[in-house]
């Protein structure tokens, strides 16, 4: 069973950092994208970074360029947030897509979420 699941969410105050993780099992992701999306309170989701599994190239939301970091170790994806705002408060999801669909496919798998929440 592939399964993603989210940790490290949590309260931080404005200008404070998170290290969010994503870990991965059921399947090898050699040819995946795996992405950070964030979800607040109505409004849809947003994309904010993607890793390719065997390359590690990666993107990023303009939003948080030069704020957040992602990045790759064995079996999980990180999201290193710094410089944290009020804006960056949502539900924040991993979510994997083979390399070889469009970025308007599906998301193949899709996490639980963690909540993260950035007081002022």
């Known amino acids: 069973q592939v399964q993603l699941v989210e940790s490290g969410g949590g309260l931080v105050q404005a200008g404070g950092s998170l290290r969010l993780s994503c870990t991965a099992s059921g399947r090898t992701f050699n040819n995946y994208v795996i992405n950070w999306l964030r979800q607040a309170p109505g409004k849809e989701h947003e994309f904010v970074a993607a890793i390719i599994w065997s390359n590690d190239r990666t993107f990023y939301g303009d939003s948080v360029k030069g704020r957040f970091t992602i990045s790759r170790a064995i079996n999980t994806v990180f999201l290193q947030m710094d410089s944290l705002k009020p804006e960056d408060t949502a539900v924040y999801y991993c979510?994997?897509?083979?390399?070889?669909?469009?970025?308007?496919?599906?998301?193949?798998?899709w996490g639980q979420g963690t909540q993260v929440t950035v007081s002022s």
């Open positions: 979510a994997a897509r083979d390399v070889r669909h469009s970025n308007s496919d599906p998301y193949d798998y």
